[in-house]
């Protein structure tokens, strides 16, 4: 316990410390108003990735060896993902399709250096698949690269991103802990309080953001350890690691599928269609009609990370039944496709009109 309070308290100042020095490296790193997603009006730094690299090094450096086995190996496998997510921070120019590929190559690397790929589906026919080892090194590196770039999607107010990572891997780690990985579970806490230290300074004002960089390291190590819980423990399987990991997911699911049905829009486009953006919009806007932008911007998170609570308890409780599981799944999906339908349509119900809609109130509020 007292490792991971240091993990803390090293993260959370080295993130007081980027803040403290904006004066210095704003011209690189500040992050101005004007893109699409953007829910901020003064340039702010978007260098939170920095404060986590830290923070995670820390934790391997004040770590037992049998943590450090595990910890090392996702810390090295994690630094293109990193890099290219950091280097898009300072440039902007880095586009969707070259970090995409940074996420996959950490997944390619992670199976480099661990020997380990995901072949623990819950689904005979895709394990027997998954038996050959280069789909599966595939399946794994895909997915990997997938998820880390679904918590790069839903990193859109303060602190969002950042609680719901502390409360996936909490729920990796409680699982891990139950079925007696405690190693697995100590590097999951460890990463959870990491994401905690930084959530501190970032929610709910938001003087610092967790940036791609920052998004994409730790959604490459929630990846990783969703991976390695079903394949070190064969008592679960994979749809342990797809319920705690749902929200992301879905949103990705939802949102490629919602940018597909609109003409004269590519699905690797941003827009403010998320169910993030319509929460704030509909939801906290509303209740707090005079509250300051950036309290609005920080009392959307909490809803957010209802939404990764919800499944990743269900996932807790029922880690070793399948069919529990695959049923948590399916109410996941259709929780959060009559959540969207509701703050879009205002009415709980949802059909393929619901993603055309989402759109039109979108463009209607901005």
Known sequence: MFVNVLVIAITMFAAVGLVATQPWHGRFSMDNAAGVQNHHKEPTSRIGGVAIALGLVSSWVLATPDVRTVLGPMLLAGIPAFLFGLLEDLTKQVGVLPRLLATVASGLLAWYLTGIAMQNTGLPPLDWLLAFTPIAVLFTAFAVGGVANALNIIDGFNGLAAGAIV???????????????????????????????????????????????????LGFCLAWLAVLLPM??????????????????????FSVQRRRRRIGHHPGEADKCHLHHFMHRRVVCKLFPHMRRRLQNGMTSPLGWICAALPAAWAVVFAESTVLLAVGFVLAIFSYAAVYARLTQFRWCFSARTMRLGAVSSSAST
């Not at 409360?167 to 999951?188: E, F, N």
């Open 232 to 253: 070190r423990n064969p008592q679960i399987n994979a749809w342990v690691s797809l319920l705690v990991c749902s929200y992301p997911v879905l949103e990705v699911v």
């Open 167 to 217: 409360i996936m891997m909490g729920a990796l780690g409680l699982i891990a802990a139950d079925v007696g990985d405690s190693t697995l579970a100590s590097v999951c806490f460890l990463l959870a309080f990491c994401a905690l230290g930084f959530c501190v300074v970032n929610w709910p004002l938001g003087p610092i953001f967790l940036g791609d960089g920052g998004a994409y390291l």
